[in-house]
């Protein structure tokens, strides 16, 4: 305890030894205040004592004070924080407008916009030139009353035209996840007016609403002012990626990465970024390496399926069946309520695996399709129909000379489902007549002539113009 109490004492006496104008000595001493008070990890008794001696060497220096009291507010101790706030004003005979906007933050914080709105009034009242005190008031009592909040507002626009007054407005907007509106507002004012904080929100509500050609000119200009600012990086790899330009978009994710100040990634940076790599340079392993350190990370429930299906796709792109297939079934467990399409998608897997390995070895991963498929029929009764239809065309292809009559049950199971159907549609009627044409051939190669004609004649009804049946009904 003694050792740091002294490291305080130390960086405080540089500034009270330090020879300077009252000025900077003034901000010297802020900035000592304020770090030590930032850097305390033990509780702020520990630095009462360091505390004090800035304040009795500046007892009638608002500035000091208020910078105090500000550092503790952002150190959550909002007692002194007001505190020092009181003091500042005191030593400022009341009238000193960074001290009550100092006060005017700390009753916001503890729910009271009114006596907040009172003392940012005061800050307004010593100094109208100072947009703080306006964009305060306005910002404590737009749920109070939204009017009252916009007249504040133009009141600025009257002392300080060179303001973009708009821009406050729509950060209200923004706030609100009003993004269409908060576009609509930041349009009134030129984005030359525009500080980074107002351009970064301005491309982020295009980015939320999907205007991406439209928020891409936002983020260039940003880029031109603030060329590290990580959410300009952040946005360009974003709308570069959704409006197709992968190079330029792998650019913006390589800056973002490497070239902004403060970065703190989050799971959709390395998300991107992996997008990037795979849609630019065909980088799967380096794309699929982003996207597990995204996994990593937290990632929203409803956000986390998808990510586990890129991953899957990028795996099945490469060519990694086995990582493909391990990630497909994570996906179908996170996704927690699995469809039809989902098994139809695993089963494709299998058959695709099937094509690129030995011939030896292609029945068995063709078989894992068709149990995949069996599963889906009993989980979703109602795309049996189809799903019989798909199992039929896979075990057609497995037993291509019908030997084993592999596809039969099922295509009799869908057939069955489709000639219940009173109002059948074209599509189900084709293929029910892909169904009678597979029995039909079957009970040929059975020589069973009498079930053979017997599904002819059933085509032919169907589908008068089939001129296949003609052969068999001789």
Known sequence: ??????????????????????????????????????????????????????????????????????AFKEANDTTRAREYGELALKAAKNHYAPAHLLLGDLLAIADKPGDAAIQYQSAIDDDPKN?????????VYRKVSPKLAVAKLDELAVQRPDVAVNAMKARFWFDDKEFEKAIDTYKLDPMSKLDRGDLTNFATA??????????????EEGIKRFPRHAPFNR?????????????KALEFSERLFTASDSLKASWMDHFYKGLCLQSAKNDYD?????????????????????????IYSAYSAKGD????????NEYLNAKGNPNANDYNSLARMYLKHAEEVPETE?????????????EAIQKFPGNAEYLNILRARLN?????????????????????????????EAAETTRLVECYRYLGWYYNEKADKEQCQNYWRKVKELDPTNTEADQFLQ
Not at 207 to 216: C, P, Q, R, S, V
Not at 238 to 245: A, C, K, R, S
């Open 321 to 328: 069946f086995d990582n493909a297939i391990k990630y497909y």
């Open 286 to 310: 380096a794309a699929i390496a982003s996207f597990q350190t995204s996994l990593g990370m937290e990632v929203p429930a409803s956000n986390k399926v998808s990510l586990i299906q890129t």
């Open 131 to 139: 947009p703080d005190g306006y964009f305060k008031y306005a910002s």
């Open 1 to 70: 305890m003694k050792a740091i109490k002294y490291l305080f004492i130390g960086a405080l006496m540089l500034v009270f030894s330090a020879p300077a104008m009252a000025q900077d000595e003034d901000q010297a001493t802020i900035n000592a205040i304020t770090k030590v008070i930032k850097e305390n990890k033990s509780g702020f008794d520990a630095i009462e004592d360091q505390v004090k001696q800035v304040y009795k060497k500046n007892k009638k220096n608002a500035k000091v004070l208020t910078a105090i009291g500000v």
């Open 235 to 247: 946005l360009g790899m974003f709308f570069n990626y959704e409006l197709g330009n992968f190079d």
């Open 396 to 424: 057609a292809t497995i037993d291509a000379d019908m030997s084993r009559g592999l596809a039969k049950p099922y295509y009799e199971n869908a057939a069955s489902m489709l000639e219940a159907k009173a109002n059948r």
């Open 206 to 219: 295009h980015y939320f609403t999907g205007k991406h050609a439209e928020g891409l000119p936002i983020v």
């Open 362 to 374: 292609r029945e068995q991963w063709q078989m894992k399709a068709d149990t995949t498929y069996g």
